[in-house]
């Protein structure tokens, strides 16, 4: 299985071309489209919520990760195998909070190349032939090597920021929620919002937060528009304090 985690949105022609370098590269692979609405650049978003929601996907799947402002640069390109997963994509940090949390992990340097290269287009041309190349059980011609740390590093284990907000409204913070416990007030701007299990312990039109199906702390109105309701926006800061 290959699975896709972009910045590329799907209005544009960018995903599709994923697609079809896969389809011919490896045609008997299944291809998910997990993620392409990681914020546009957005290499520390996508860093956080890569580990989120790559986790349960099986031993041996191989993941396409493209979030590369610095593409046709001096990145380099790499290979991380991570609990029995591959993720293949830029060394900008995009795989350092994914590295940190894995019990195994091994990084290694991309030197295979193929015969068209473009310079701003390494998701096609490069990462989803070295992806099928891997899904298809074969090593690309690469060496180890250790990953590039982000140029602001180093960064928290987990980010008191939103960094994506869904189409509901619901803002997705860095937080892994196990670390906080449902007795902590979470504050965003002016707002002190409780723990709730699910959007229906509280009463339509209220905020809470709450543990999403990924793991991460979440900001939600039941039945409504977190991000608009409350003022939320992407990179906006948020605070965890003890119930008062």
């Given at each position: 299985m290959i699975v896709l985690f972009t910045d590329f949105g799907i209005s544009d022609p960018y995903v599709g071309q994923l697609h079809a370098a896969l389809a011919c590269a490896a045609p008997a692979e299944p291809v998910i489209d997990l993620f392409h609405a990681v914020p546009d650049f957005d290499i520390r978003a996508g860093a956080y919520l890569l580990p989120a929601y790559a986790a349960g996907f099986p031993v041996g799947t191989v993941f396409v990760c493209v979030v590369d402002p610095g593409v046709g640069g001096t990145r380099q390109s790499v290979m991380l195998e991570?609990?029995?997963?591959w993720y293949v994509g830029p060394d900008n940090g995009l795989f350092d909070i994914l590295a940190r949390r894995a019990s195994v992990v091994q990084c290694r340097v991309i030197r295979w190349r193929p015969p068209r290269l473009s310079a701003?287009?390494?998701g096609r041309d490069l990462f989803a032939p070295v992806a099928a190349r891997l899904a298809r059980g074969e090593l690309p011609e690469s060496e180890p090597g250790p990953l590039t740390p982000p140029e602001d590093a180093p960064w928290p284990d987990d980010?008191?920021?939103v960094l994506y907000i869904d189409h509901y409204g619901n803002a997705i913070t860095g937080l892994r929620a196990a670390a906080l416990g449902t007795?902590?007030?979470?504050r965003v701007g002016d707002q002190a919002l409780c723990c709730?299990?699910?959007?229906?312990?509280?009463?339509?039109?209220?905020?809470?937060?709450?543990e999403n199906a990924n793991g991460l702390v979440e900001i939600s109105v039941n039945r409504g528009h977190a991000a608009a309701l409350l003022g939320i926006g992407l990179g906006d800061p948020v605070t965890v304090a003890d119930q008062p």
């Amino acid at each position: 299985m290959i699975v896709l985690f972009t910045d590329f949105g799907i209005s544009d022609p960018y995903v599709g071309q994923l697609h079809a370098a896969l389809a011919c590269a490896a045609p008997a692979e299944p291809v998910i489209d997990l993620f392409h609405a990681v914020p546009d650049f957005d290499i520390r978003a996508g860093a956080y919520l890569l580990p989120a929601y790559a986790a349960g996907f099986p031993v041996g799947t191989v993941f396409v990760c493209v979030v590369d402002p610095g593409v046709g640069g001096t990145r380099q390109s790499v290979m991380l195998e991570a609990d029995g997963c591959w993720y293949v994509g830029p060394d900008n940090g995009l795989f350092d909070i994914l590295a940190r949390r894995a019990s195994v992990v091994q990084c290694r340097v991309i030197r295979w190349r193929p015969p068209r290269l473009s310079a701003s287009f390494h998701g096609r041309d490069l990462f989803a032939p070295v992806a099928a190349r891997l899904a298809r059980g074969e090593l690309p011609e690469s060496e180890p090597g250790p990953l590039t740390p982000p140029e602001d590093a180093p960064w928290p284990d987990d980010l008191a920021a939103v960094l994506y907000i869904d189409h509901y409204g619901n803002a997705i913070t860095g937080l892994r929620a196990a670390a906080l416990g449902t007795d902590r007030v979470l504050r965003v701007g002016d707002q002190a919002l409780c723990c709730a299990r699910v959007f229906s312990e509280v009463p339509a039109g209220t905020a809470c937060w709450y543990e999403n199906a990924n793991g991460l702390v979440e900001i939600s109105v039941n039945r409504g528009h977190a991000a608009a309701l409350l003022g939320i926006g992407l990179g906006d800061p948020v605070t965890v304090a003890d119930q008062p």
